[in-house]
């Protein structure tokens, strides 16, 4: 089976601009979540979908939204970037069925802001 | 009360020898604790987890040691080797919450 993929794999942009980001779940995993990763303050969750449905969010301002579509694949907007979302942006895929709440992580995007 | 507190930031040991992380949380709604390891320029990749209602959980030359009471949970990895050298992140969540709270992560080096 194939595993969690993530496009691009690495970005640079400018600050200001913005960002899009994708992730492939694991096929049948309809949970994707979302979380950034800096050496500073570790890994952070962003958000959490669900069949389309956003359930969860972490703290962090408007400028990082997220979307999920029917094929449960996932993208990560960031708008108006500024130098601190200079960061991994990691994918994980879950089943969220049953008793399994295992999260399985994509290699990231490593997206610079200059 | 969200935070995951986990130690050492960093560990070195020998070849053979027993590697061990700590963590603790405050939250007493956490009711799942799993352990991820993350190589340089990688994803973090499940390792091993547990829930609160067993004491020990062992995987291989991996174990995670829970202990209600003090709101701590550990991961020792039996008979190191230099490939275990890694990142490693403990975690948690709350069943139906689909929210993972990390640790900070240990830096392990596994001297040849």
């Known amino acids: 089976k194939a595993g969690v993929t993530q496009t691009p794999r690495y970005l640079i942009k400018t600050r200001g601009q913005q960002v899009t980001l994708s992730c492939s779940p694991i096929?049948?995993?309809?949970?994707v979540s979302w979380y950034q990763q800096t050496p500073g303050q570790g890994l952070q969750f962003l958000f959490e979908?669900?069949?389309?449905?956003?359930?969860n969010k972490g703290n962090f301002p408007g400028r990082f939204s997220g979307r999920q579509f029917s094929n449960s694949r996932s993208e990560m907007n960031v708008s108006t970037l500024e130098l601190g979302d200079s960061a991994l942006y990691l994918c994980?895929?879950?089943?969220?069925?049953?008793?399994?709440?295992?999260?399985?992580f994509g290699p990231g995007t490593r997206l610079t802001v200059t | 009360q969200q935070q995951v507190k986990q130690s050492p930031q960093s560990l070195i040991v020998q070849k053979g020898g027993i590697s061990i992380i700590n963590c603790a949380y405050e939250n007493t709604a956490f009711d799942y604790f799993p352990w991820y390891q993350q190589f340089p320029g990688k994803g973090p990749a499940l390792l091993i987890a547990?829930?609160?209602?067993?004491s020990e959980k062992k995987e291989g030359r991996f174990t995670i040691s829970f202990n209600k009471s003090a709101k701590q949970f550990s991961l020792h990895i039996m008979d190191s080797q230099p490939g275990d050298s890694a990142t490693y992140f403990c975690?948690?969540?709350?069943?139906?919450?689909?929210?993972?709270?990390f640790g900070t992560g240990t830096r392990l080096k596994v001297l040849a």
């Open positions: 096929s049948g995993h309809r949970s």
């Open positions: 547990i829930r609160p209602d067993v």
């Open positions: 994980a895929s879950s089943l969220y069925g049953g008793n399994s709440y295992e999260q399985y």
């Open positions: 975690a948690a969540t709350t069943s139906g919450t689909y929210k993972y709270i």
């Open positions: 979908y669900f069949s389309e449905t956003q359930r």
